[in-house]
């Protein structure tokens, strides 16, 4: 695939912590079926919710120049905790344009809200952040109608795939009950893992709360990007874009978590090594 | 402090994936009160009990590396993932003692099992590399008589402090069912995170089944070892060794995960950068 600096057929970029960012992978293949992508997934280090802003900053500039240096034409941050803390440093150190996945969540959620508080819901990093707080503030919203909170359980429950299962149902009344609670009508899922328990949010929030899953809505905004600069790709002949996969540690449960992100087999992964990591930051510090 | 090869006043270096690790030092400290010990809690890469052989061998060496830089006079690995696939490899590349925490623990478990199945839960990656098993069969137990089980819930329902909720009694009883019924009468916790939920699992498994503490054995096994090369430190007079820490993230709920690991606050952390990780695996790949 020819990668020089204005081609159009040069893949995208999507970096997560881990494996969960295989849904937003997942969303822009089925918007843009066209496009080249490739993901990389930080699983030797992940997670980073958990972890202080300097050191998901650090890592994220080794993501982003891990994909840059394999001629990316944009970089998606699919991680809500690299986008919360890094977002303003990638696009200060890296020559191509980078989306994150807060605002286009924001967004969502206050087109979707019918006067009722909106909730959201992330990682302990994502949530103290305060970065959806601002945009949601920023979009007109009051204090009254913002109501977060850590979900610190929701991840390994995800990982080992207990989706349903009454620990689950147990987890999610105990952290989602104050929202419900205080007239929550959207939820955003500020976490790439959350919306494989769509299932059991929206069981105990409603039917009638409004889920608001990143994924989609970054999709969105990457097209509408792409579009503006030129560079779509594949939307003239039907071929289907190559999927191109890149981890720094193949997990235990590779194969299981794989297929519950991304909806099908993964085939063919290149693993990156710590040294090659090192590299890769050294050119955007 | 003089650092000096053979002075036995240099410290004793504890590494653990993060947090939990701090059970070891805590017992450590306790046995041996006038040894000086630093301990390194990678928190930047933790967890490692989800991460491959590869992946935690290299973090491993990075560890250990950074504590023989700091001059220790020997190297404690209490993170059981790491002593799984870790210690041979630190032995064969670094010239101080290296301990692990699986012997230790596999030889408390043959000297308390009184003719019933021995038990052993940890993370995916110690379960899945065998050296428990191995362990218990080299010490005359035959197949029928151990009885493994991954916990992979565990970690995180520590590090949230939900010892005693309905969420980590539930996660017990699901795990621990099966080697209940199957009559173990010794069971090792095979992670340095499960001494904290011993009153959750001992409940649940009876009080006539022995609960392992791996930490207690490894300090029992760190004070043979260095009497046996005269390195034994202030037995003589009563002054309390220095504790130092380093770990190479802070994380958000810091203070909270440290004393609940410690039994006491942490005043004073020094943090290790990514750069400087990398630099202390460069002398013993």
């Known amino acids: 695939m020819s990668r020089s600096k204005n ?15 295989l849904t937003v992978l997942r969303a822009l293949h089925e918007l843009l079926p066209g496009e080249n992508i490739i993901y990389f997934g930080d699983t030797a280090r992940v997670p980073y919710g958990t972890k202080g802003e ?5 890592f994220a500039s080794q993501d982003a120049g891990l994909l840059v240096d394999l001629g990316v034409k944009m970089v998606v941050v699919a991680c809500n905790t690299a986008s919360a803390f890094a977002l303003e440093h990638l696009r200060e150190t890296i020559d191509v344009p980078v989306l994150g996945v807060i605002n286009p969540g924001v967004r969502t959620a206050l087109a979707e809200t019918r006067g009722g508080a909106v909730g959201v819901i992330g990682t302990s990093g994502t949530i103290r952040s305060g970065r959806y707080q601002e945009g949601l503030k920023g979009g007109g919203l009051g204090p009254d109608r913002i109501l ?14 207990m989706m349903g299962h009454a620990m689950t149902v147990m987890a999610v009344e105990e952290y989602l009950r104050p929202l419900r ?9 500020g976490c790439t893992h959350y919306p494989a328990m769509k299932e059991d949010i929206g069981r105990f929030m409603g039917p009638e709360v409004n889920l608001v899953d990143s994924a989609d809505a ?5 097209q509408d990007r792409l579009g503006e600069l030129g560079l779509l790709h594949g939307g003239d002949d039907r071929r289907e874009g190559e999927l191109e996969f890149y981890l720094s540690d193949i997990p235990w449960k590779f194969q299981e978590i794989g297929a ?21 930051g050294d050119h955007n510090d």
Chains 1, 2 share one sequence.
């Open 54 to 58: 300097k050191t998901v900053r650090a």
């Open 7 to 21: 081609d159009a057929a040069r893949p995208i970029g999507v970096f997560d912590s881990g494996m969960g960012g």
């Open 181 to 189: 609670d205080a007239g929550v009508d959207t939820l955003i899922l």
């Open 148 to 161: 977060v909170q850590e979900c610190p359980l929701f991840v390994p429950l995800v990982e080992e795939g």
């Open 260 to 280: 519950r992100f991304l909806g099908k087999p993964i085939h063919e992964v290149n693993t990156v090594g710590l040294d090659e990591m090192e590299e890769a």
């Open 218 to 222: 970054l999709a969105a905004a990457a």
